[in-house]
């Protein structure tokens, strides 16, 4: 079958295999309940509701992969969405490399979504998959800054630190997931770039060292990424709002 005539498929990967310290000792990140139910499966929830993905890979703690398997059949998710869990790697980039290896041939593109984004609109998922589907190898939903922000020479905890730069705010973007890609394009920026240290945070990051163009489109104030306690406020509030108005 040509490029030209072969049918879309899209999966979304999650890597879910960090411990998220910021939140305190306790279950990692991605099992912190947020309403009752835990991040992972309102994160599996929220790739699953895009009718446009049929498998959703959860990338899970190697120790744990056991765990996520039984913590994910225990909650109700879309019956035609096909839900994989893997072991990780030492790394994100291990990860997502692990999850982007499960998938089956005929994936065509893929997204990369944060399991600490749990609340993601539907709207938003949609609009990054068409985005790839039209012809992006490589789109990433994000937000401008409400804040000014300063480049500094990085100190020592709680010490002052001298500015160097104050970039132009409008030009700057706070980015989001999930992140869609060509994945083609996404398995390419993975063999090219070796993992080193911590390896790739950033998916389109790797994307762009190819010298591939990355767009941005809109992202949603409700994609926040929940890494300290008080992200875990917001995300109950947001939560109890939506299942008040009928929303979730």
Do not use: C
């Amino acid at each position: 079958m040509s490029d030209v005539t072969r049918p879309h498929r899209t999966a979304a990967v999650i890597p879910a295999a960090g411990r998220g310290v910021r939140l305190g000792p306790g279950a990692p990140k991605a099992l912190r309940a947020l309403g009752g139910t835990p991040m992972l499966v309102h994160a599996v929830r929220a790739m699953a509701r895009s009718r446009a993905v049929s498998l959703v890979v959860v990338v899970a703690p190697p120790a744990e992969a056991a765990e996520v398997r039984l913590l994910l059949d225990e909650h109700a998710l879309p019956e035609r969405t096909e839900v994989l869990v893997v072991p990780g790697g030492e790394t994100r980039q291990e990860s997502v490399r692990a999850g982007l290896d499960a998938l089956p041939q005929d994936v065509t593109s893929v997204l990369i979504h944060d399991a600490a984004r749990p609340l993601v609109p539907v709207d938003t998922v949609d609009a990054v998959v068409e985005a790839v589907r039209d012809g992006a190898p490589a789109v990433v939903p994000a937000l401008p800054l409400a804040d000014t922000v300063k480049e500094v020479e990085p100190g020592k905890p709680g010490e002052a630190e001298p500015v160097l730069a104050t970039p132009e705010r409008a030009r700057l973007r706070a980015v989001q997931t999930p992140q869609g890609f060509d994945l083609a394009t996404l398995l390419r920026a993975h063999a090219a770039i070796a993992v080193d240290g911590e390896g790739a945070t950033d998916d389109a990051g790797m994307v762009e060292r190819l010298g591939v163009t990355v767009v941005v489109i809109p992202g949603h104030e409700e994609a926040f990424k929940v890494t300290r306690p008080l992200d875990l406020v917001l995300a109950e509030a947001v939560l109890a709002r939506r299942r008040a108005t009928d929303a979730f």
